[in-house]
């Protein structure tokens, strides 16, 4: 069965420090995989995604993540972290092949905080 | 942003009643999702469904019923809430091998 591991439920960076959010997942056929954000009291809203097209996928308010399939892993970056960017980030994949109803599974979350 | 919305937003009701969620979605996409969310558990999946009157049941299903009789509704419903189903509930609509796209929530909370 396909999963999703997010390393490190909380992560604190400074303000103007790179953003680093770990994902991996356990799949046989690469997946499509996806990066979520949730605001406060928000529903989810997609950062980015990765359809098997370029591996390296460029999102929303300056994030990216690579697709590294030796790895198996589809890390989120931000250069320069910003007070506004304080959510939690949910990494999910969707399994690749025929049959499949397109359920995704998420990891469960990692809480960005941003100090002044 | 796909036009979901949830109702009701906010629900507090009493061990052993039946509750009933509701989703309306203005994408006419296909396929409609209930998703649970609990602190350390991100989200699971209740029920899903792929078309009207097709639905099939997620990860943690028991306990909670779906309907969809129309293509833009999708309910969920508790028969006898219990404490354990307090919780987030979001409903999510996508097209299949796509991203999927969430309302804003319901916080339902089971005294």
């Known amino acids: 069965a396909q999963s999703v591991t997010q390393l490190g439920s909380h992560v604190s960076v400074s303000e103007g420090a790179l953003v680093l959010l770990r994902c991996n997942y356990s799949?046989?056929?690469?997946?499509?995989l996806f990066w979520y954000v949730q605001y406060p009291n928000q529903g989810l809203q997609l950062l980015l995604k990765?359809?098997?097209?370029?591996?390296l996928v460029k999102g929303i308010n300056g994030f990216e993540a690579e697709f590294k399939k030796s790895e198996t892993s589809f890390h989120l970056t931000k250069p320069s972290a910003h007070m506004s960017d304080a959510a939690e980030y949910f990494c999910a994949v969707k399994p690749n092949y025929g049959g499949s109803q397109g359920n995704l599974i998420f990891g469960k979350g990692t809480k960005l905080s941003v100090k002044p | 942003d796909a036009g979901i919305t949830q109702s009701p937003r906010h629900k507090v009701t009493e061990t052993g009643t039946p509750v009933t969620l509701r989703c309306h979605q203005t994408?006419?996409?296909?396929?409609m999702y209930w998703y649970r969310q609990d602190p350390g558990h991100g989200l699971r999946l209740i029920h899903y469904?792929?078309?009207?009157?097709?639905?099939d049941k997620g990860e943690v299903s028991d306990g909670y019923s779906v309907s969809r009789s129309k293509t833009e509704d999708f309910l969920l419903t508790l028969e006898s809430a219990t404490s354990s189903q307090t919780s987030v509930y979001f409903c999510?609509?996508?097209?299949?091998?796509?991203?999927?796209?969430f309302g804003p929530g319901t916080r339902l909370t089971v005294l």
């Open positions: 799949s046989s056929v690469p997946p499509y």
């Open positions: 990765y359809t098997s097209a370029a591996t």
């Open positions: 469904s792929y078309g009207v009157k097709d639905t």
């Open positions: 994408e006419n996409h296909r396929y």
């Open positions: 999510a609509t996508g097209v299949q091998l796509r991203e999927q796209f």
